[in-house]
């Protein structure tokens, strides 16, 4: 795919139903609630997977548009998060990402909180093990959570992967076909 080339647009607030806009192709336009500025915002906020681009263009220059507050970090790039969930071993130390043993299993209690649970030594939260998260400057506790963009490294680590499995796949299927047509041959 062809990279995408992007016109971002800087949104300042004027009021309730009016905002300004500032174009990287050099525009300044008034978005209001009515007009259609609104409604190519609006566009902008379908979810979509990330790698891929909603098809919004900037009416200027014909790139692809994204609206994004200079004042916040709201914006620039539309992303999904995941929940990175890790346990500690406290008879270990051993910290892993929930998910990455075959043993590991989550599941919801009865007054609605989520616990952890290892089918190989039957222990889990309450037991041997405890959530580990992370704080930031407001919050103490908060699970870690990922961009889902390609541009994440862990992202893209798998991407590579399963670009590896792919190729290989090929490369055994294309023998196989190879082997198949010599024996046709040879018969
Ligand atoms: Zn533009």
């Not at 995941?82 to 270990?92: A, G, N």
Request: charged content about 30%; glycine content about 6%.
């Amino acid at each position: 795919m062809a990279k995408v080339e992007w016109c971002y647009w800087a949104v300042f607030y004027l009021d309730e139903n009016k905002r300004n806009c500032l174009t990287d192709c050099k525009k300044e336009v008034i978005m209001t609630r009515t007009n259609k500025y609104w409604k190519l915002y609006k566009a902008t906020l379908e979810p979509h997977l990330s790698g891929t681009i909603l098809g919004v263009k900037c009416p200027f220059c014909g790139k692809e548009l994204e609206f994004y507050d200079p004042n916040s970090d709201w914006g620039g790039r539309r992303m999904y998060k995941l929940p990175i969930i890790k346990v500690k071993d406290k008879s270990t130390n051993q910290i892993h990402i929930v998910g990455s043993d075959s043993h590991d299993q989550l599941y919801i209690n009865e007054n609605g909180t989520i616990s952890y649970y290892n089918l190989q030594n039957g222990e889990g939260t309450g037991g041997d093990y405890e959530f580990v998260g992370v704080d930031n400057e407001y919050e103490e506790g908060l699970i870690e959570m990922e961009d889902i963009t390609k541009d994440n490294p862990i992202i893209k680590e798998l991407s590579n992967k399963l670009e590896e499995l792919e190729k290989l796949y090929y490369k055994v299927l294309f023998e196989n076909i190879e082997l198949k047509k010599n024996k046709a041959n040879n018969l």
